[in-house]
Nanobody, 116 residues
Framework: QVQLVESGGGLVQPGGSLRLSCAAS????????MGWYRQAPGKQRELVAT???????NYADSVKGRFTISRDNAKNTVALQMNSLKPEDTAVYYC??????????WGQGTQVTVSS
């Protein structure tokens, strides 16, 4: 199982950009499908973007064309580039790792606030 640590959150104005990073420790990172989820106050956690160990990406409709997920298996990292941010993107963002027959791993979360 991997341990995940997110970084890169913060306060940004509408229309701005942020880049989130997730560092994974442990073995076999390349075997994991990675993802970003978010949870806004009073709402359920929702999927933002995922990337398979083969690099196939999937996005929530609400972020398509604005967010890009990427991974670097040599560095055990996954990133989320967020552009054209909107106030409704405000949430705690969580990194997730999935592998067949293993329990999911979650990071501690990083706050993203989009406000003028």
């Amino acid at each position: 199982q991997v341990q995940l640590v997110e970084s890169g959150g913060g306060l940004v104005q509408p229309g701005g950009s942020l880049r989130l990073s997730c560092a994974a420790s442990g073995s076999d990172f390349s075997f994991y499908a990675m993802g970003w989820y978010r949870q806004a106050p009073g709402k359920q956690r929702e999927l933002v973007a995922t990337i398979t160990n083969g690099g196939r990406q999937n996005y929530a409709d609400s972020v398509k064309g604005r967010f890009t997920i990427s991974r670097d298996n040599a560095k055990n990292t996954v990133a989320l580039q967020m552009n054209s941010l909107k106030p409704e993107d405000t949430a705690v963002y969580y990194c997730n790792a999935k592998r067949a027959l293993w329990p999911d791993s979650w990071g501690q979360g990083t706050q993203v606030t989009v406000s003028s």
